[in-house]
């Protein structure tokens, strides 16, 4: 079992920044890949970035690469995702996602233990 509680959201303005948590218990933190996506109103849950359980491999989104940046710390049981320059198009709940298998996957169904959510939103 693995628990995931994600944190740092809020309300913003377009170019700022933001940081988001995910705090995770249960299964060795170390043994896993991790992922964030994210959910408008109105449309399907979509990929952001994921990385492996070693932080050697990341991937991206093309909607996001080069403005997120995923990270995480094995010691500290949390991934991490800094969000630069935030479009109002970033306006989401953000989900951590832990994957038991390979890594770097990017489908929805790939994720076996989910986060329930926080909300970013980014004004004009």
């Known amino acids: 079992q693995v628990q995931l509680v994600e944190s740092g959201g809020g309300l913003v303005q377009a170019g700022d920044s933001l940081r988001l948590s995910c705090a995770a218990s249960?299964?060795?933190?170390?043994?896993?890949?991790t992922g964030w996506f994210r959910q408008a109103p109105g449309k399907e849950r979509e990929f952001v970035a994921t990385?492996?359980?070693?932080?050697?491999?990341?991937y991206y989104a093309d909607s996001v690469k080069g403005r997120f940046t995923i990270s995480r710390d094995n010691a500290k049981n949390t991934v991490y995702l800094q969000m630069n320059s935030l479009k109002p198009e970033d306006t989401a709940v953000y989900y951590c996602?832990?994957?038991?298998?390979?890594?770097?996957?990017?489908?929805?169904?790939?994720?076996?233990?989910w986060g329930r959510g926080t909300q970013v939103t980014v004004s004009s």
């Open positions: 249960g299964r060795t933190f170390s043994s896993y890949a």
């Open positions: 990385i492996r359980r070693n932080s050697v491999s990341t």
């Open positions: 996602a832990a994957d038991l298998t390979y890594g770097l996957a990017r489908a929805v169904t790939e994720y076996d233990y």
